[in-house]
């Protein structure tokens, strides 16, 4: 089985969650015989294909974009030529270049979309961009929906209810590193000894102005891990608040982000737009044991936090609430403890790479058995 996974980018040019959920998704169905090619877009002079992880990297120039879309034209070429050699196509939406993409470069494979996230910022730019959305969400073979809550509280996903079924996102615990002591215990002199973490690209939707609000006139410690467009923003707007208590580290790599999730007392989520459709990083607190806060957006979230089991869910764009639930976590480390321990379960029952890539192979398999009655069925028969 040759899969050909389709986005507009990847590792090494970006480290955020759709790449972490790709890379999981061929690392995973390599395991079970799936080969596996990755075509995005780069800025970088050198394009060579190389192997990661088990998997091969192909990546096309990057000509230019607009209101975050990336477009390049020679990716069609590629495709095309790729997508041939392929037994499947495996796309990740959104991305309205690749819609385009798919067309011009004729692709006549077994296809599956990930519907990562409804398109919620560019409404002008969205209402130009319907009509070519839907003629390839209606060409495609099948679509899948990361989380119950995002099928059932998306528009778009409810037009194509008969092609789309779900199968939630997942994590392997084995392939994050164990920090030793001694990382360890410098993480801790440096953020001390319970504190609430955050970790992500620092983007508009992950409500981040929420949080500051949240914690200001309080001495809950926060720790935020990453980088990203608004991190100017955000620094300013606490300075402007006057937080001593809030921390921001950078980005990490992987051996420190594990150590903070280890260290962590628990998890701040607060995205408060569906642009955030699922949260990656609120899985790995799971992961590791973390009783969350996280706000209802309809999305999968709330899939993975579950309200008074795994932690607290809040109204979205709330600083009022998020403080109380951060106070109900801090005052009752007894009951922060069982969350955790709760959400953890939650994990290994649901949210494994495994899981999702066992989901994911079958589905391969399913299409290209069905692609293969079509054309059986179509065959003239002599006689």
């Keep these: 089985m040759r899969v050909l996974h389709f986005y507009k980018t990847y590792f090494p040019d970006s480290v955020g969650g759709v790449e972490q959920v790709i890379r999981q998704m061929c690392v995973g169905t390599g395991r079970l015989g799936v080969t596996n090619q990755v075509l995005s877009l780069s800025r970088d002079a050198d394009l060579t294909p190389f192997a990661f992880e ?3 990297v192909h990546r096309a120039p990057l000509n230019f974009e607009v209101a975050s879309n990336a477009v390049s034209v020679q ?9 041939r050699a392929a037994d499947v196509v495996h796309y990740h939406f959104p991305w309205p270049f690749m819609d385009l993409a798919h067309f011009m470069a004729r692709v006549d494979k077994p296809t599956v979309v990930t519907y990562h996230s409804d398109i919620v910022r560019q409404k002008a730019l969205l209402r130009l961009y319907q009509p070519l959305k839907h003629r390839f969400l209606a060409d495609v073979d099948t679509i899948v929906a990361t989380s119950p809550n995002y099928l059932a509280s998306s528009a778009v996903l409810d037009r194509y209810r008969d092609k ?17 002591q001694a990382r360890l215990d410098a993480w801790r002199a440096r953020v001390g000894p319970k504190f609430f973490l955050f970790v992500g690209v620092l983007r508009y939707y992950k409500g981040l102005h929420i949080l500051l609000d949240a914690v200001a006139g309080t001495d809950y410690p926060v720790v935020i891990v990453g980088a990203g467009p608004i991190e100017d923003e955000l620094k ?21 982000k594990a150590a903070l999730l280890k260290l962590s007392y628990a998890a701040a989520f607060p995205s408060h737009l569906r642009s955030e459709a699922f949260g990656i990083s609120l899985l790995e607190g799971a992961m590791y044991g973390k009783p969350m806060i996280s706000s209802e957006i309809g999305t999968g979230t709330t899939y993975i936090n579950v309200h008074g089991e795994t932690g607290l869910v809040v109204p979205p764009s709330d600083h009022v609430a998020l403080r109380a639930a951060m106070k109900t976590l801090w005052d009752n480390p ?36 069905r692609r293969s009655a079509v054309k059986l069925s179509a065959t003239p028969r002599l006689g």
């Design 54 to 56: 088990g998997h091969e």
């Design 236 to 256: 300013a707007h606490a300075q402007r608040l006057g937080l001593k208590n809030v921390m921001f580290v950078g980005a990490v790599d992987d051996l420190d």
């Design 334 to 369: 007894e009951m922060a403890a069982a969350m955790g321990r709760r959400a953890e379960e939650r994990y290994w029952r649901l949210f494994t790479s495994a899981q999702m890539a066992q989901s994911y192979a079958d589905l391969y398999e399913e299409l290209v058995a």
């Design 75 to 83: 990716s069609i070429g590629m495709l095309a030529r790729m997508a």
């Design 164 to 180: 789309t079924r779900v199968i939630t996102f997942g994590l392997d615990k084995e392939s994050y590193p164990e920090p030793d």
